[in-house]
T-cell receptor, first 112, second 114 residues
Framework: AQSVTQLDSQVPVFEEAPVELRCNYS??????LFWYVQYPNQGLQLLLK??????LVKGINGFEAEFNKSQTSFHLRKPSVHISDTAEYFC??????????FGQGTELSVKP | EAGVAQSPRYKIIEKRQSVAFWCNPI?????LYWYQQILGQGPKLLIQ????????DSQLPKDRFSAERLKGVDSTLKIQPAKLEDSAVYLC????????????FGPGTRLTVL
């Protein structure tokens, strides 16, 4: 069975500082990996995805993530965060069936 | 391109009452999902449709939850009777092509059961 663990439930950071949101997954088969962002009272928006190929994936809003198969990780990074990045971030895994399995979420709080 | 539409956005009911949520996916998207997101948790899949057929409903509490997508376009999720633990946001998502696996999410319906 597939599962996702987001290692930090809350990450406070100051504006313009770098941030890393950690995600580990478990799966016995090849997977696709995703990061979604959820702003208050809104649905989920895709930040980036890993399907195959280059292990460094670039997404929207300056975010990037690195797929590490040996560590079964897919950590999300941004070199300099803005106040507007304050939101809940979800890591998710799926197989070709399309069903997404989400982690518990990481609340990113950017302070001025 | 219009996104995934959901209604209502908010609903408050008392336990043992019934409630229904509606979702209209992006035009042309064959696959439709309903997720339940309890406060402080990630979304959990309830049911997946491919056109008007059910692909996966293994996590749907069938004694009280039902869903349909009769014409393979919009979908309705119903809870009857509701329990306190059903308080959550119900998210609908749609998918065009499994090869890209990008699901597009609606804004959700926030259900409060008192």
């Amino acid at each position: 069975a597939q599962s996702v663990t987001q290692l930090d439930s809350q990450v406070p950071v100051f504006e313009e500082a770098p941030v890393e949101l950690r995600c580990n997954y478990s799966s016995s088969v090849s997977v696709y990996l995703f990061w979604y962002v959820q702003y208050p009272n809104q649905g989920l928006q895709l930040l980036l995805k890993y399907l195959s190929g280059s292990t460094l994936v670039k997404g929207i809003n300056g975010f990037e993530a690195e797929f590490n198969k040996s560590q079964t990780s897919f950590h999300l990074r941004k070199p300099s965060v803005h106040i507007s990045d304050t939101a809940e971030y979800f890591c998710a895994v799926s197989n070709q069936g399309g069903k997404l399995i989400f982690g518990q979420g990481t609340e990113l709080s950017v302070k001025p | 391109e219009a996104g995934v539409a959901q209604s209502p956005r908010y609903k408050i009911i008392e336990k043992r009452q019934s409630v229904a949520f509606w979702c209209n996916p992006i035009s042309g998207h064959a696959t439709l999902y309903w997720y339940q997101q309890i406060l402080g948790q990630g979304p959990k899949l309830l049911i997946q449709f491919q056109n008007n057929g059910v692909v996966d409903d293994s996590q749907l509490p069938k004694d009280r939850f039902s869903a349909e997508r009769l014409k393979g376009v919009d979908s309705t999720l119903k809870i009857q009777p509701a329990k306190l633990e059903d308080s959550a946001v119900y998210l609908c998502a749609s998918l065009l092509d499994n090869a890209y696996n990008e699901q597009f999410f609606g804004p959700g319906t926030r259900l409060t059961v008192l």
